[in-house]
């Protein structure tokens, strides 16, 4: 049987386009339908936007840092329609890098929303339907907001990148990535910042003494933390901003809600079911070791799976999946020891197991310092660094480690090589320190400081 395509490719997010891409180049005939932007939640709504706005919010410390070191500055206050303008150009032109990415490597693409007629025919809004040998599903995923009255004033982080102006107080719903970091970009920012989290610490999963840190330095920093604390009743009050009644009694009107409750992925109404491609209890496609679903020709990549929910990953598996189906070479996308960081301030950089997941797993040892960095201690600052190492008794191989500090993003990304690799704590004590810098005390660390 012939088809009009090798592979069509629905969803141009980070693993739908690198997928699209790389099959093209083996020569296969590669088509791909999206329906908003080019470039997906990474690049339009999540990772490249929220990086500037990081990067844009960083700079308040910046000033009050360089007084520190005797420049003569003043803080200023940010022009937010002024950023807003440059985002948007920059957004702009990174969604016409992709599209040329596309069409330079071959691929037929179309601004259109495709669903699944058969294992092999997608159906675009616009009336066209193609057959194709493969159909890789990648469309992502969207904020979860919980059905709650009121809500309808409320944003999330879709809408964070277009508000018009900055409001002047914003609740925060949610204790993980999301939520943790744009309470810090937008105190950072100068909005007065309330952050709801149900559970008793933020960001859940990562090493308590990290989380503790951070979320020690958050509060420090001015943003209102509210542990053990939900929203119980809201209400929008139009111009005046939204009501809402916490779980620890609280009643205020915020200027504005932002839900960072999760992500759903994008399952609905494609037609997937009826396919007969399973599904998982939150709407994930379920997927094999090869990223193939239970209709032989049907796969998906990405948060679309629920796996790992992080752009680098969801490139991974989409060349996984070409170099398994385009290259006849079996490949399994690899979700052992992904380094990862939070841009929160401060960012929390972090590879393996955390102190607890590993002592849960066998005996360990644990090598940890906090102190003060020279650069902020100079400036006037008290804030810590933290840098742990979790050791395996019985290996000596690196579990896990964590950083809390200044650039822990760019820090883990070189902490990660070595873990992968299996090194040892005394592969870390052969390495000569590099001075004077923080991540130095990561192979200074003689000591444990505690066995568990
Ligand atoms: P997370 O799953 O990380 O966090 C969701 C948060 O919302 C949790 O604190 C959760 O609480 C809370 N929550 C869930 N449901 C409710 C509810 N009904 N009422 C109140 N609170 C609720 O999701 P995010 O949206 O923050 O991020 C989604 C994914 O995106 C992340 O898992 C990550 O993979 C990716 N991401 C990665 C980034 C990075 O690498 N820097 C940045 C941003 C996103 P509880 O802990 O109790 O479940």
Redesign the pocket.
């Known amino acids: 049987m012939s088809f009009d395509f090798d592979l069509f490719v629905i969803g141009g997010g980070s693993g739908g386009v690198r997928a699209a891409r790389v099959a093209a180049a083996t020569g296969a005939k590669v088509g791909l339908a999206e329906e908003s932007r080019m470039g997906g939640t990474c690049v339009i709504r999540?990772?490249v936007p929220?990086k500037l706005m990081v990067f844009a919010s960083s700079y308040r410390e910046v000033f009050n840092d360089a007084r520190g070191y005797g420049w003569d500055v003043t803080n200023g206050e940010l022009d937010w329609p002024a950023f807003k303008s440059k985002l948007e150009a920059e957004l702009d032109r990174l969604e016409g890098v992709y599209q040329k990415l596309l069409t330079g490597s071959g691929v037929k693409w179309y601004a259109a929303r495709a669903v699944l007629d058969d294992p092999h025919t997608v159906r675009l809004d616009s009336g066209e339907v193609f057959t194709a040998k493969h159909i890789l599903v990648a469309t992502g995923?969207r904020?979860?907001v919980?059905d709650m009255d009121g809500c309808e004033q409320a944003i999330t982080?879709n809408e964070i990148f277009h508000l018009k102006t900055l409001p002047k107080s914003i609740l925060i719903?949610?204790?993980?990535?999301?939520?943790?970091?744009f309470a810090c970009i937008l105190n950072g920012l100068g909005v007065e910042v309330t952050q709801?989290?149900?559970?008793a610490q933020?960001?859940?999963?990562f090493d308590d003494e990290a989380r503790g840190l951070v979320a020690e330095k958050m509060q420090e920093n001015g943003i209102a933390l509210c542990t053990g604390t939900?929203?119980v009743e809201m209400e929008a009050r139009g111009e005046a901003g939204t009501w809402v009644k916490g779980t620890d009694g609280s009643e205020r009107v915020y200027d504005q809600v932002m839900f960072?409750?999760?992500?759903t992925p994008n399952t609905g109404g494609l037609g997937l079911e009826d396919l007969g491609v399973e599904l998982g209890r939150r709407g994930e496609i379920k997927v094999d070791a090869y990223s193939q679903t239970a209709v032989p020709s049907i796969y998906a990549v990405g948060?679309v799976t629920d796996r790992?929910?992080?752009?680098p990953v969801a490139i991974r598996e989409g060349m996984a999946f070409v170099e398994t189906v385009f290259n006849g070479n079996p490949t399994a996308p690899d979700h052992d020891l992904i380094a990862?960081?939070?841009?929160t301030q401060p960012e929390l950089g972090t590879v393996g197991l955390s102190e607890e997941a590993a002592a849960e797993q066998e005996p360990i040892e644990v090598y940890c310092t906090s102190f003060k960095s020279m650069q902020q201690s100079f400036a006037g600052r008290d804030d810590r660094v933290l840098m742990k190492l979790i050791v395996s008794q019985a290996t000596r191989k690196i579990l896990g480690c964590h950083i809390v500090a200044p650039q822990a993003g760019e820090m883990i990304q070189l902490v990660g090589i070595a873990v992968k690799m299996g090194a040892t704590k005394e592969d870390f004590d052969r390495t000569v320190a590099v001075h004077p810098t923080m991540a130095e005390e990561l192979v200074t660390m003689k000591t444990p400081t505690r066995t568990a």
Do not use: M, W
């Open positions: 999540g990772c929220k995923g904020p979860f919980p982080s719903v949610g204790g993980g990535y999301i939520a943790s970091e709801f989290y149900r559970g933020i960001l859940r999963g939900n929203v960072a409750t999760g992500r948060d790992v929910n992080l752009t990862s960081a939070v841009f």
